[in-house]
């Protein structure tokens, strides 16, 4: 699967490594994420290897997850490897304001293959991770249409930055099409408004229409005043949360934002390049696009960090004919571009697309076919390679009562997700989720069937010991 080398000595890693003293060293002086210092479960990667994670003692995990639905196409995949090494023989690091032939390939195989046949895509700025290009997109959004606000879903989640470019100096200005010798601020700079609309019903809501959500949003824009909205922020189906709204919900809200006049925002981080089947998350609804899509992850397979904001053509031609003081350092790094073109060249050549549609029924039919004999199995939705399956109670409610508003309180161990987690790891398979009754099904695309039927039944016994645990109480 890899054409990186395989003996210790050469990854860095000798016969002698210690990796109690690492432990040491890391639980002294790394500050981590989500677990407090006394819960922290401390794993050992020794290396990554095709769809596996590698411990020290030579044991693997089946990534059933693609790690955080982030490693799409594997690990260490052997043209997105060798891209990477063919960029290092030529480039470090080169800033945004000189040009190199990565970026340019990078560019064009977005906008031109990615997207073929995508008449809407104009332009795309490359940027070090999902969050930056979130930012980027909510700056471009309330530049572009001189608004404040900014609607976002309940649920969601799209990053961790916060507060950069509230600091004195150089924070996003833009001098506009219309007056080169003026300057402005992001509308509504310092804070901007940021309103919440609900999150979408379920997958297989069966009720009536329009659906709620719609019409609670469309009265909280009545509310808020469509003059002020520059833009709406939504996920095809939410990464942290795995939720997968009806197939009338993006399409109708798309039809809100056309009537009241403001922007869509698609963030395509998780779901694009494949994830849910097509190319990109919103083609799976005929007649949307978007005005301004972000993407990561899936760009290239989390090789390097990266996020990128696809722009409406219109709107490109928009911020070209402006000074917009935005650049970051890594922006379009080398490497990273470098990344992206061994990626998508790869998708291309191997119809990846394809091998997603035919893997992805593979995969749901025997996913529904196992989960059905699991009375806590209350749901399962999803489309091409990314399933949530929602985990409930003898009474049909979810487990954790707080579901998807959890707070992450008390003691985690014993949430369902983590329970799942522990059991198939036990078995040589990673998988778990991150809300308490959610687990996110989400193999790499290089997976095989064989390794599919590997995961499912080590996932199948997870459950009946979340099952067996309950009755024990």
């Known amino acids: 699967m890899s054409s990186a080398p395989t ?75 060798a891209e990477i090494v063919r960029a290092m023989e030529r480039y470090g690091h080169v800033f945004f304001g000189l040009a190199t032939d990565y970026r340019a390939r990078a560019a064009k195989l977005v906008i031109e293959d990615a997207l073929a046949g995508e008449e809407w895509a104009g332009r795309v700025r490359i940027l070090a991770s999902g969050s930056e ?49 003026a300057s402005r601020d992001i509308p509504g700079f310092p804070g901007g408004g940021i309103v919440e609309i609900p999150a979408p019903e379920f997958h297989d809501y069966e009720g009536p229409r329009p659906l709620p959500s719609l019409e609670q949003t469309r009265a909280i824009i009545e509310d808020v005043g469509p003059e002020r909205i520059a833009g709406v922020i939504t996920e095809a189906m939410f990464g942290a949360a795995g939720l997968l709204p009806p197939d009338d919900y993006l399409v109708g809200l798309r039809e809100l934002s056309r009537e009241y ?54 709107i490109g031609e928009w911020f070209e004919r402006a000074r ?103 078995r040589g398979v990673f998988l778990g989720g991150f809300v308490p009754n959610t687990i996110k099904v989400a193999p790499p695309f290089t997976i095989s069937e064989a390794e599919i039927d590997v995961g499912l039944d080590v996932f199948d016994s997870a459950l009946t010991e979340l099952a067996g645990r309950a009755t024990r109480g």
């Open 133 to 181: 290009a979130v930012e980027n997109s909510l700056a471009m959004a309330r530049h572009f249409t001189g608004r404040p606000v900014i609607l976002t879903q309940e649920h969601s989640y799209h990053g961790l930055t916060m507060g950069t470019t509230r600091l004195r100096g150089y924070r996003g200005q833009l001098s506009p099409v219309d007056d080169a010798r």
């Open 7 to 81: 003996d210790s000595s050469a990854r860095g890693v000798t016969p002698e490594t210690d990796w109690a003293v690492l432990e040491g060293w890391d639980r002294a002086y790394y500050l981590h994420a989500v677990q407090a210092q006394a819960e922290f479960a401390y794993l050992p990667i020794e290396r990554t290897d095709g769809n596996y994670l590698v411990l020290p003692d030579g044991s693997r995990l089946l990534d059933f997850q693609s790690q955080l639905i982030s490693d799409s196409m594997g690990h260490r995949h052997p043209r997105v490897h």
């Open 324 to 426: 917009w003081w935005s650049g970051s350092t890594h922006d379009a790094h080398p490497l990273v571009c470098a990344s992206i073109v061994g990626n998508i060249e790869a998708m291309l050549a191997d119809d990846v697309i394809g091998t997603v549609k035919r893997l992805g029924a593979y995969l749901e039919r025997n996913l529904r076919a196992m989960t059905a004999r699991h009375a806590c199995v209350g749901r399962v939705s999803g489309k091409g390679m990314y399933y949530a399956v929602d985990l409930v109670g003898d009474d049909g409610r979810p487990i954790v009562p707080d579901d998807r508003s959890t707070l992450f309180l008390g003691e985690l161990s014993n949430h369902p997700n983590n329970v799942i987690a522990q059991e198939c790891a036990a």
């Open 261 to 314: 006049d403001f922007l869509w925002i698609a963030v395509e981080v998780l779901t694009g390049f494949g994830r849910l089947g097509e190319w990109f998350g919103y083609q799976c609804y005929p007649g949307i696009e978007p005005d301004l899509m972000v993407i990561g992850k899936g760009l290239n397979g989390c090789a390097l960090p990266c996020g990128a904001v696809v722009t409406r053509k219109d």
